[in-house]
């Protein structure tokens, strides 16, 4: 990341905007006049457009820009990214504003054929800018009003400069965007559509996103009915120091880490994917038992220089050794009351998110993403030596009040009100650890004592990544990780998109919404992943927590008919 990260600091800001959308005509509603009255004090509409049907609508920020896209910002990495990449595209006529709320701004679309709804779509690590990227399907595939906050800030995802001694930045990308940005939204639609016109609202989103959201449902059960949530970054307080950590293990460089050069982000995955896949039972290039994965066996056997399983292109000296299996512990910290989780481990299959945190191309500290949160939101110097204290410290203040706790949110009131969450988690996401996803579950299911099944369903996703994707094969993602999630459609063909938005028994946010709507209770989900852009590889379901996919007929492990949750 820390690559990155430089390469953010030497980009020139963007400066042209492709997509202006066009001036209301003079009988149109789409006119400043029709919303003013409706804003909160001290807010006004900033722009207001008409987008034609296939249109785009947007503006030049840095928000989207995904860790893997920041090397080659603005140059388009898919076929519906018509050049450039940070727009809402393909849109239906709609309505589009962006609104200055004096501290942070949104963008909200509102598609003339509208369903009554409404979406809120999250954000991204540390990032600022309107989400404009992810806020096209919305309109386009279930004809919802969408909306998207800046956050309070403009930057690229893991830069946080931004926050250094700003503790009003903080709590606006904390929490007080998503609230005041969905609220005020509520009355514009009422402005446009009608008043009480307002059917649902629901949030969708992913990482911080998933963050958001919870964070929100903490603060206000009323704000959405349904919340569609991915891989959420809910435990600031523990997981910032917790990469901190992972970079005192493994500092960049040295003789004793792993992840020093490119190949080991070749082999020792691969090597540890090829160790574990038939643990599940199933040959499939797909760990779906990380649990059953030793790591300490696997390094020793088949990553260590002169064992017999060593890989042919690379193998890890005794103490990288060492360092690999450390990277896979617990992070428990101590005091005077005894040991305790200061943050789960990530498990074996995930290694090629280990990137972002880990390098190669990292510099010492203080520059990297990993030791970053400690300077600009801690107020820790420059230089700072890591100990268990940063948790305590963390604890304490919480910075922006941007940790979700399960524990404090009012899941008799959400629940009381009809209110639904969809939780999902890849197993082989290394940024979000599973097993921190699980633990929010768990917690939520303590806490909501034995109503939790009537409100909340956690999928994990075998062999998924960070929201979106899964290993390669150089021509295709091995494991299905599609099925509606905010972001995924940027790692797909608009047909692949196409073929799962809408679709009850394939599509997250559809299931969501029809659960929200009586229709229904999700049960298990088809992710998918495809050969080609328009020839499906593997349809599998995915199962809703405590349940897993298990292969009823091995000679067809491609077909979704060969699994069941059990
Ligand atoms: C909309 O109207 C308000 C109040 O009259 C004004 O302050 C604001 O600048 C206007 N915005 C645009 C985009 O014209
Ligand atoms: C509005 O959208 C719905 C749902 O996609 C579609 O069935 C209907 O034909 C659309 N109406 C118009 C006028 O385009
Ligand atoms: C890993 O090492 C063990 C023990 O040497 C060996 O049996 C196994 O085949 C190796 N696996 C791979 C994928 O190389
Ligand atoms: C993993 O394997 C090592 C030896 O390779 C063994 O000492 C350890 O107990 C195993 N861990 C688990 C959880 O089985
Ligand atoms: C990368 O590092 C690995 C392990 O340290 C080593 O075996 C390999 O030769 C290195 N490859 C290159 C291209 O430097
Ligand atoms: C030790 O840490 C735990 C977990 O954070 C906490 O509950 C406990 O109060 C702490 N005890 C002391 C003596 O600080
Ligand atoms: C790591 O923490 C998790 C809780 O998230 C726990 O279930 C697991 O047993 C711990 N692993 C070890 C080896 O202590
Ligand atoms: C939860 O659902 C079950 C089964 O549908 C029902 O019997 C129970 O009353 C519900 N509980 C709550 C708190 O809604
Ligand atoms: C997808 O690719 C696999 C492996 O190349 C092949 O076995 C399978 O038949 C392909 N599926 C389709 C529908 O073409
Ligand atoms: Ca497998």
Aim: proline share 6%; charged share 15%; glycine share 10%.
């Amino acid at each position: 990341m820390r690559l990155h990260y430089f390469l953010a600091l030497v980009l020139p800001s963007f400066a042209r905007n492709w997509c202006p959308g066009r001036v209301p005509s003079p009988t149109s509603r789409c006119k400043n006049s029709t919303f003013s009255e409706f804003l909160p004090l001290g807010a006004s509409i900033e722009t207001v457009r008409e987008v034609g049907e296939g249109e785009c609508f947007g503006e030049d920020t840095y928000s989207n820009i995904f860790y893997g896209a920041l090397s080659n910002t603005n140059v388009c990495r898919n076929a519906q990214d018509s050049a450039p990449c940070n727009y809402a595209v393909h849109l239906p006529t709609s309505c589009a504003l962006i609104v200055d709320m004096g501290t942070y701004r949104f963008g909200l679309l509102m598609p003339t054929n509208w369903s009554g709804s409404l979406m809120t779509v999250g954000s991204y690590s540390y990032g600022g800018g309107i989400n404009w990227k992810d806020m096209w399907t919305g309109p386009k595939y279930y004809n919802l009003a969408t909306i998207s906050t800046d956050t309070g800030h403009n930057s690229t995802p893991p830069d946080m400069r931004w926050a250094r001694g700003n503790e009003e930045a903080q709590k606006d990308w904390g929490y007080r965007s998503i609230d005041g940005s969905t609220k005020a939204a509520k009355a514009l639609l009422g402005a446009y559509y009608g008043q009480s016109s307002l059917k649902h609202s629901y949030f969708s989103g992913c990482s911080t996103g998933g963050r958001q959201g919870l964070k929100q449902l903490q603060l206000d059960q009323s704000l959405f009915d349904g919340l569609l949530i991915g891989a959420p970054a809910w435990n600031q307080i523990h997981m910032l120091p917790w990469i901190t950590k992972l970079a005192t293990i493994n500092p960049p460089g040295r003789e004793f880490s792993v992840y020093n050069n490119a190949s080991e982000y070749t082999f020792i995955p691969r090597q540890i994917r090829e160790a574990c896949d038939s643990l599940d039972g199933v040959r499939d290039n797909i760990i779906s038992r990380p649990d059953l994965c030793n790591i300490t066996t696997v390094a020793h056997n088949n990553l260590s220089c002169g064992a017999t399983g060593a890989p042919p292109d690379g193998c890890l000296k005794p103490e990288q050794v060492n360092t690999l299996i450390q990277l896979y512990q617990n992070y428990t910290i101590s005091n005077a009351t005894g040991q305790f989780l200061g943050f789960p481990a990530p498990e074996p299959g995930s290694e090629a998110d280990f990137q972002v945190y880990l390098g190669p191309g990292s510099t010492a500290a203080p520059d990297g993403f990993d030791w970053q949160w400690a300077i600009e939101f801690l107020g820790y110097q420059r230089g700072y030596s890591f100990s268990d204290d940063i948790i305590a410290d963390a604890e304490n203040s919480d910075p922006g009040s941007a940790t979700a706790k399960p524990g404090l949110t009012d899941w008799t009131a959400f629940n009381g009100r009809g209110g639904k969450l969809i939780i999902y988690q890849g197993l082989a996401d290394g940024l979000i650890p599973p097993k921190s996803t699980t633990q929010y579950f768990e917690d939520l299911r303590t806490a909501a004592s034995g109503t939790a099944i009537n409100f909340s369903r956690y999928y994990q996703v075998p062999g998924m990544h960070h929201c979106w994707t899964s290993d390669n094969d150089g021509t295709r993602y091995l494991a299905p990780w599609m099925f509606g999630g905010i972001g995924q459609q940027n790692y797909a063909t608009v047909a692949q998109t196409e073929s799962i938005l809408g679709k009850s028994d394939s599509d997250m946010l559809t299931a969501l919404m029809n659960w929200v709507e009586g229709k229904g209770a999700p049960n298990s989900m088809l992710a998918t992943t495809w050969n080609t852009s328009t020839t499906v590889f593997r349809k599998r379901p995915i199962c809703p927590y405590p349940q897993r996919a298990e292969n009823t007929d091995q000679g067809n492990i491609d077909s979704p008919n060969s699994w069941t949750c059990r």
